[in-house]
C-alpha cells in the first residue's frame, strides 16, 4: 500500500496569564449605550452577561507582557513537549488581530511582525525558519493550521509552528459591557509531516468570509461614552447579529468540512470550537446536528473553558487543545484514532474548520 503525507499535530503549548479577573472588576465601571449611561446596578448587569455568556472569569496579562512575549512562552512549551529541534521549523506563523499593545497606550506595534520577534526570542538561526504574522480574526489560529496543512501536503514544509496569542484587555473599551467577554492568553501547535498508509492528521478543512452583508459585526470604534474624544479607537462588536450568524452559518462550514472528509458527525470524538460565548456555542452544535437529522448533542463532545478564560481570540482553540491533549480538563482525553473538529468564527466575517484524526 502506498504511504501517504499527512500533517499531524506533533507538540502544543499554552499560557494562560496569572491575573484572574472576576466580575467584581468591573462594579465601578461606568457603561453606556447609545450614549446614554444604562441604568441598572452594575451589579445587574455582571450578572446578566455571565448568564448569557457563562463567563465568569477572564484572564489580564501582566503590565509588562505584550503579545509577542505571551505567544513566545506558549512556542517554548510546545516546542519541548514535541521534543523537536527549534532549528528543523519550517515556518512560524503567529497570529493576532491587534500586534504589541503597551499598557495604557491603545496603539499597536508590529513591526518586525510578531512572528519575527519570536523567533529572535526562541534564538532561532536557520533563515530557512519563515516567520510572519496572519490576521484573520478570532478564526486565525484555525486558518494558520490550515496554512500550515497546505505547506506540509506540498511538500514545502516538515514543520510548521502556530501560535495563536492576544492581549485583548489593552484594546477594549471599559464603558462597553461587551468588553468583559475579552481576554488575554496564548497556544502553540506544532504540525508536522508524517508519512504512513493511513490518512489521519487533518483529513479536510473549509473557510469561508462573508464580508459584504456581515463584515461590520466586529469592528473598531470610538469609545461607548459620549465624552471620550482622544481618538481611541476600540474592539466593537454586534452582538446579537453576531450570535445570530454564527448560530446559523458555522454549523454549516463545519457540516461541509466533515462531508470533504468523507465522515458523518456520528465519527466526530471532540469538538474544539472557539470559545466566544457558551451559550452560542452549545447553539451551534445543536444546530450542527439538526443538520444530520439528530435531536441530541452527545455528552463529553464540547470541551468548555470560557467560563474561566473568557474569549482571548485567536488563542482559544489552541489553548483549548494543549489543556486538554494534557487532561487539565475535566471529563476530557484524545486518544489515537480519536477524530476532532476544529472550528471558529470571528470578524470578517470568517468561518472556518478543519477535521483532524489523532
Given at each position: 500500500?502506498?504511504?501517504?503525507?499527512?500533517?499531524?499535530?506533533?507538540?502544543?503549548?499554552?499560557?494562560?496569564?496569572?491575573?484572574?479577573?472576576?466580575?467584581?472588576?468591573?462594579?465601578?465601571?461606568?457603561?453606556?449605550?447609545?450614549?446614554?449611561q444604562l441604568?441598572?446596578?452594575?451589579?445587574?448587569?455582571?450578572?446578566?452577561?455571565?448568564?448569557?455568556?457563562?463567563?465568569?472569569?477572564?484572564?489580564?496579562?501582566?503590565?509588562?507582557?505584550?503579545?509577542?512575549?505571551?505567544?513566545?512562552?506558549?512556542?517554548?512549551?510546545?516546542?519541548?513537549?514535541?521534543?523537536?529541534?527549534?532549528?528543523?521549523?519550517?515556518?512560524?506563523?503567529?497570529?493576532?488581530?491587534?500586534?504589541?499593545?503597551?499598557?495604557?497606550?491603545?496603539?499597536?506595534?508590529?513591526?518586525?511582525?510578531?512572528?519575527?520577534?519570536?523567533?529572535?526570542?526562541?534564538?532561532?538561526?536557520?533563515?530557512?525558519?519563515?516567520?510572519?504574522?496572519?490576521?484573520?480574526?478570532?478564526?486565525?489560529?484555525?486558518?494558520?493550521?490550515?496554512?500550515?496543512?497546505?505547506?506540509?501536503?506540498?511538500?514545502?514544509?516538515?514543520?510548521?509552528?502556530?501560535?495563536?496569542?492576544?492581549?485583548?484587555?489593552?484594546?477594549?473599551?471599559?464603558?462597553?459591557?461587551?468588553?468583559?467577554?475579552?481576554?488575554?492568553?496564548?497556544?502553540?501547535?506544532?504540525?508536522?509531516?508524517?508519512?504512513?498508509?493511513?490518512?489521519?492528521?487533518?483529513?479536510?478543512?473549509?473557510?469561508?468570509?462573508?464580508?459584504?452583508?456581515?463584515?461590520?459585526?466586529?469592528?473598531?470604534?470610538?469609545?461607548?461614552?459620549?465624552?471620550?474624544?482622544?481618538?481611541?479607537?476600540?474592539?466593537?462588536?454586534?452582538?446579537?447579529?453576531?450570535?445570530?450568524?454564527?448560530?446559523?452559518?458555522?454549523?454549516?462550514?463545519?457540516?461541509?468540512?466533515?462531508?470533504?472528509?468523507?465522515?458523518?458527525?456520528?465519527?466526530?470524538?471532540?469538538?474544539?470550537?472557539?470559545?466566544?460565548?457558551?451559550?452560542?456555542?452549545?447553539?451551534?452544535?445543536?444546530?450542527?446536528?439538526?443538520?444530520?437529522?439528530?435531536?441530541?448533542?452527545?455528552?463529553?463532545?464540547?470541551?468548555?473553558?470560557?467560563?474561566?478564560?473568557?474569549?482571548?481570540?485567536?488563542?482559544?482553540?489552541?489553548?483549548?487543545?494543549?489543556?486538554?491533549?494534557?487532561?487539565?480538563?475535566?471529563?476530557?482525553?484524545v486518544k489515537?484514532?480519536?477524530?476532532?473538529?476544529?472550528?471558529s468564527v470571528?470578524?470578517?466575517?470568517?468561518?472556518?474548520?478543519?477535521?483532524?484524526?489523532?
Amino acid at each position: 500500500m502506498s504511504k501517504v503525507i499527512n500533517t499531524v499535530i506533533a507538540g502544543t503549548g499554552s499560557y494562560i496569564p496569572k491575573n484572574i479577573i472576576s466580575g467584581n472588576e468591573f462594579l465601578n465601571s461606568t457603561f453606556f449605550e447609545n450614549g446614554t449611561q444604562l441604568e441598572k446596578e452594575n451589579s445587574e448587569i455582571i450578572h446578566k452577561f455571565s448568564e448569557i455568556t457563562e463567563i465568569v472569569e477572564r484572564r489580564y496579562a501582566c503590565p509588562e507582557q505584550l503579545s509577542n512575549h505571551i505567544g513566545a512562552k506558549a512556542a517554548e512549551k510546545a516546542i519541548e513537549n514535541a521534543g523537536i529541534d527549534k532549528e528543523t521549523l519550517d515556518y512560524i506563523i503567529f497570529c493576532h488581530n491587534f500586534g504589541d499593545i503597551p499598557l495604557n497606550s491603545n496603539r499597536s506595534d508590529i513591526l518586525p511582525s510578531l512572528a519575527s520577534k519570536v523567533k529572535q526570542q526562541l534564538g532561532i538561526d536557520n533563515p530557512d525558519c519563515v516567520a510572519y504574522d496572519l490576521i484573520f480574526g478570532c478564526p486565525g489560529w484555525v486558518q494558520g493550521a490550515i496554512q500550515a496543512d497546505y505547506y506540509i501536503k506540498s511538500g514545502d514544509a516538515k514543520r510548521v509552528m502556530v501560535i495563536g496569542a492576544e492581549t485583548l484587555s489593552r484594546i477594549i473599551d471599559p464603558h462597553d459591557r461587551d468588553s468583559m467577554i475579552f481576554s488575554d492568553g496564548a497556544g502553540a501547535v506544532i504540525f508536522e509531516a508524517e508519512e504512513s498508509a493511513e490518512k489521519k492528521g487533518i483529513l479536510a478543512h473549509k473557510t469561508e468570509t462573508h464580508a459584504v452583508n456581515y463584515g461590520n459585526l466586529l469592528t473598531m470604534g470610538r469609545s461607548s461614552h459620549p465624552d471620550e474624544n482622544n481618538g481611541n479607537l476600540y474592539l466593537k462588536m454586534n452582538g446579537r447579529k453576531l450570535y445570530e450568524f454564527a448560530v446559523v452559518q458555522v454549523p454549516q462550514v463545519i457540516k461541509k468540512a466533515i462531508d470533504k472528509a468523507g465522515l458523518s458527525v456520528e465519527d466526530i470524538n471532540i469538538v474544539f470550537v472557539h470559545q466566544a460565548n457558551g451559550k452560542m456555542d452549545t447553539a451551534i452544535m445543536k444546530r450542527l446536528f439538526k443538520l444530520y437529522g439528530k435531536d441530541t448533542v452527545p455528552e463529553n463532545l464540547v470541551p468548555m473553558t470560557i467560563s474561566w478564560l473568557g474569549n482571548s481570540s485567536v488563542a482559544t482553540v489552541p489553548t483549548l487543545l494543549d489543556l486538554v491533549l494534557k487532561e487539565q480538563v475535566e471529563g476530557y482525553k484524545v486518544k489515537a484514532g480519536d477524530v476532532a473538529v476544529f472550528a471558529s468564527v470571528g470578524a470578517g466575517m470568517h468561518i472556518n474548520a478543519f477535521i483532524h484524526r489523532f
